[in-house]
């Protein structure tokens, strides 16, 4: 496809396209897997190397992240036959995936290994709560979370709305404009028979439900859930002998922040994101900007993530993200659609790989579970978006993932199709 | 000296090492709030950090600073996740520009110092304050004591400030 002119680069232009995402899987998104998390990371990878068509001894990296709540890479190694000649287990929720796909490019191009699995194997619903209840949240308080934890502002919910409040009155963004992002993911979710939930919700649902903390109502949160992901990255030449069509990794940003990350509210706006900053390095990077992009992974641990994220990268002007999210432009048949697969508020919760899967398989035009398949075995897209349905976006040449950590950090990348 | 207590079922932990905390809830304690001020820049800093976040100069001292402020944003609580807090919901966690520096070193820095929403002798404000509470309201510091040096500083409604007519708070 044709690109845009080049801009400016941070990085040397000829590692754009120059590696590619060949194999992606996940297992079953579960509340109550009853297997492990080495099960649940071993089937995941397992899963992505034989979506690429490649075999466990094609594999020489692996790379994970976590929090104290997973299997380390060489126990999943061990069980697949992998001799890896570089592993690294990094601690991490939100905004690793890219991170960890912009480090697994750096070990190729550093030549420490050829083929890199990133995989995320977590039991957030049955084992280690996402949410934060159960064992995490009767925890010693000590340290940095004096000034957090000890104020009863722990969860990740907790602790964003601030931002999420300040953004309300900074700008008039109103609750139900936010709620549309539930409401437009669960319709892509009902099109998903992989979602933990497929039942389409009303923005007055959204708005009517509980309030966990304001501004957030149960149903602005995302679902807890059992699941392995894996990501299978390797050159754009390697990629050629590969089963599906390629999809080529354009540009990355990884982790980047805000000042005083250490306590990001300490610098204003609140209301503005770390993807204010990242923009600056993922678009010269790509060589596209956000006009470019058919198609969004837009972070939603809560429904605001999603919104600041595709403000602060440039998707709306500054302040208009409430209108953006809510005027069809993140449905399927939208301009942009946002989240195909339903996301973390309906899918399942991965901390980011299953938006990045999603895309992956939007760009090889395989993104449907439903329509039929034709005599060459490939599924013969409707592009018929209601309830049950098509899930494939119709014109899907570059699309952007934007990880969220927290407000203050934040990881993106783009990808394109050949 | 270390410190271990329990706060509202919570446990609480300061180890040696961590003098920067425990010097910093040692002033709490005194109910005299103070923050590092860097020696060289000159600039105050919170939470308490090792190292200038502006200068990155290692060298501070403790200044006494006034807890008054504005209410920059919140959040209300309904569903606590720590099980010492659900019987208090909802509860407001405050995040509260300081008077002292606001502003400086640039427009949009402030010293936002974070807290629960208390009545004056520390217990969580009950419903009625919670709903008086927005974005702006003027609050000033009081503290819950927890042990021998160690007192969480707070926030309660600063009935001597003149408050704006009507605070911001989520639409209803």
């Known amino acids: 496809m044709a690109m845009p002119a080049e801009t400016d680069t941070t990085i040397p232009k000829y590692l754009r396209d120059k590696y590619a995402i060949v194999g992606v899987g996940e297992t079953t998104y579960t509340r109550g897997s009853g297997i492990t998390t080495r099960a649940l990371g071993t089937w995941a990878v397992r899963n992505a190397i034989e979506d690429a068509g490649l075999k466990p001894a094609d594999i020489d990296g692996m790379l994970s992240y976590q929090s104290g709540d997973s299997t380390f890479s060489t126990f999943i190694a061990g069980d697949l036959g992998i001799r890896p000649n570089f592993y690294m287990d990094v601690f991490g929720g939100g905004s690793s995936t890219e991170a960890l796909i912009g480090i697994a490019i750096g070990l190729m191009e550093a030549g420490m290994c050829k083929a890199v699995a990133i995989f995320r194997a977590m039991n957030g619903f049955s084992q280690v709560r996402i949410g934060g209840t159960g064992a995490r949240s009767v925890a010693p308080v000590s340290g940095d979370a004096l000034h957090g934890r000890a104020y009863g502002w722990q969860s990740a919910g907790q602790m964003f709305s601030p931002t999420f409040m300040r953004h309300m009155h900074d700008y008039g963004t109103r609750p139900e404009q936010v709620a549309a992002v539930k409401a437009i993911h669960s319709e892509h979710a009902s099109n998903n028979p992989k979602a933990f939930y497929k039942k389409r919700f009303t923005v007055d649902e959204v708005v009517s439900s509980r309030f966990i903390c304001k501004p957030l109502h149960l149903l602005d949160c995302c679902v807890e859930t059992d699941n392995g992901t894996a990501i299978v990255v390797t050159s754009a030449e390697r990629a050629r002998d590969c089963r599906h069509p390629r999809v080529l990794i354009r540009g990355v940003v990884g982790r980047c922040n805000k000042p005083r990350t250490d306590m990001h509210y300490q610098h204003g706006p609140i209301s503005t994101v770390a993807g204010h900053y990242a923009r600056d390095i993922l678009w010269p990077n790509s060589g596209v900007g956000p006009e470019d992009i058919d198609v969004t992974g837009s972070y939603d641990a809560f429904t605001f993530t999603t919104m600041l994220q595709l403000e602060d990268y440039g998707f709306c002007k500054k302040g208009e993200g409430g209108a953006y999210v809510s005027d069809g432009t993140i449905r399927l048949g939208g301009r942009r659609p946002n989240n195909t697969s339903g996301g973390h508020l309906c899918e399942g919760y991965t901390h980011g790989q299953n938006m990045v899967i999603e895309n992956v398989r939007q760009l090889r035009h395989d993104a449907d579970d439903s329509c039929p398949v034709g005599p060459d075995g490939k599924r013969r897209h409707t592009y018929d978006y209601r309830e049950g349905g098509c899930r494939q976006v119709k014109r899907c040449e570059l699309t952007a993932n934007l990880g969220w950590a927290n407000p203050g950090t934040g990881s993106a990348m783009v990808m394109r199709n050949d | ?172």
Not at chain 2, 77 to 83: N, W
Not at chain 2, 88 to 115: C, F, I, M, N, S
Request: charged share 20%; hydrophobic share 35%; with cysteine.
């Open chain 2, 1 to 172: 000296m270390s410190i271990q207590a329990t706060y509202l079922g919570m446990p609480l932990d300061i180890n040696d090492l961590d003098v920067e905390n425990l010097a910093y809830f040692k002033h709490c304690a005194a109910h005299d709030f103070h923050l590092q001020k860097c020696s060289a820049c000159g600039l105050l800093r919170y939470p308490p950090t090792t190292a200038c976040p502006w200068c990155a100069s290692p060298k501070s001292e403790w200044m006494a600073v006034e807890g008054r402020g504005a209410v920059h944003s919140y959040t209300e609580v309904h569903h606590a996740i720590q099980p010492a807090f659900r019987q208090h919901t909802p509860y407001l966690v405050l995040l509260v520009d300081l008077d002292t520096q606001k502003g400086k070193p640039t427009e949009h820095e402030a010293l936002r110092v974070v807290g629960n929403l208390v009545t004056p002798d520390g217990t969580l404000a009950p419903p009625d304050q919670v709903r008086k509470v927005g974005i702006g309201t003027r609050v000033r510091m009081v503290y819950a004591d927890v042990t021998e040096g160690l007192s969480l500083p707070h926030w309660t409604i600063d009935e001597s400030a003149p408050q704006p007519a009507k605070p911001w708070r989520y639409p209803e």
